[in-house]
């Protein structure tokens, strides 16, 4: 099992930036693949970006190009640096781990909620205009 802990949300202006961090523990992390999912007051939770155990990375289009996505296995983080921030970009954003069990979802949709067994409480990010 493993368990995420999210930090660096915050209130930034529009076109301004913030790198969010995930912090894992009590697992392999290597195993794991690690997403970050937001959910906007009233909307679903979307998946927003997600990188493998290989560290390929996946970016939904509303913020490709603007947000880049990272891991540090040996500190077992996970980062996202978020550029050119839009007010549309408000949302709790939060991390998830999909586990070795999960990988025939993971392969049919790879931000599907239904992918990730393991979610951090989510960290508040507001963009102002």
């Known amino acids: 099992e493993v368990q995420l802990v999210e930090s660096g949300g915050g209130l930034v202006q529009a076109g301004g930036s913030l790198r969010l961090s995930c912090a894992a523990s009590?697992?392999?992390?290597?195993?794991?693949?690690i997403a970050w999912f937001r959910q906007a007051p009233g909307k679903e939770r979307e998946g927003v970006s997600v990188i493998a155990n290989d560290g390929s990375p996946f970016y939904t289009s509303s913020v490709q190009g603007r947000f880049t996505i990272s891991r540090d296995s040996a500190k077992k983080m996970v980062y996202l640096q978020m550029n050119s921030l839009k007010i549309g970009d408000t949302a709790v954003y939060y991390c998830?781990?999909?586990?070795?069990?999960?990988?025939?979802?993971?392969?049919?949709?790879?931000?599907?909620?239904?992918?990730?067994?393991?979610w951090g409480q989510g960290t508040q990010v507001t963009v102002s205009a």
């Open positions: 998830a781990a999909s586990s070795p069990r999960m990988v025939r979802l993971w392969v049919a949709n790879p931000t599907g909620r239904e992918a990730y067994d393991y």
């Open positions: 009590g697992a392999p992390f290597g195993d794991y693949v």
